[in-house]
């Protein structure tokens, strides 16, 4: 599986942006997504989940109520909007995907395909 992020961009608090994860390989039906986010001097954190065979989702609580994760099976894309920006949101945005399990997982360890990352800069 090969995942190539993008669209992220310099954007003001209250402001939206919609992140997109071209996905690549033979197969992936059967994979959870992900999105995590890096800020400068802190650890990789989770935001986000998607089941791609169901469509079931999970948020991190920083992300509830602002952010949407979605897929489209036609594009192989997954996406993440994100609504109501906050200045600590600005990050670096990775999206990760691995084969599906019984749960849901938060832990970076437990995703084996990354993309390369999106900058994503809120600024008050």
């Known amino acids: 599986v090969q995942l190539q992020a993008s669209g992220g961009g310099l954007v003001q608090a209250g402001g939206s942006l919609r992140l997109s994860c071209v996905v690549t390989?033979?197969?992936?039906?059967?994979?959870?997504f992900a999105w995590f986010r890096q800020s400068p001097g802190k650890e990789r954190e989770f935001a986000a989940y998607?089941?791609?065979?169901?469509?079931?989702?999970f948020y991190a609580d920083s992300a509830k109520g602002r952010f949407t994760i979605s897929r489209d099976h036609a594009k192989n894309t997954v996406y993440l909007q994100m609504n109501s920006l906050k200045p600590g949101d600005t990050a670096v945005y990775y999206c990760?995907?691995?084969?599906?399990?019984?749960?849901?997982?938060?832990?970076?360890?437990?995703?084996?395909?990354w993309g390369q990352g999106t900058l994503v800069t809120v600024s008050s």
């Open positions: 390989g033979r197969t992936f039906g059967s994979n959870d």
């Open positions: 998607i089941r791609w065979s169901s469509g079931s989702t």
């Open positions: 990760a995907s691995r084969a599906s399990t019984w749960d849901v997982t938060e832990t970076v360890s437990d995703y084996d395909y």
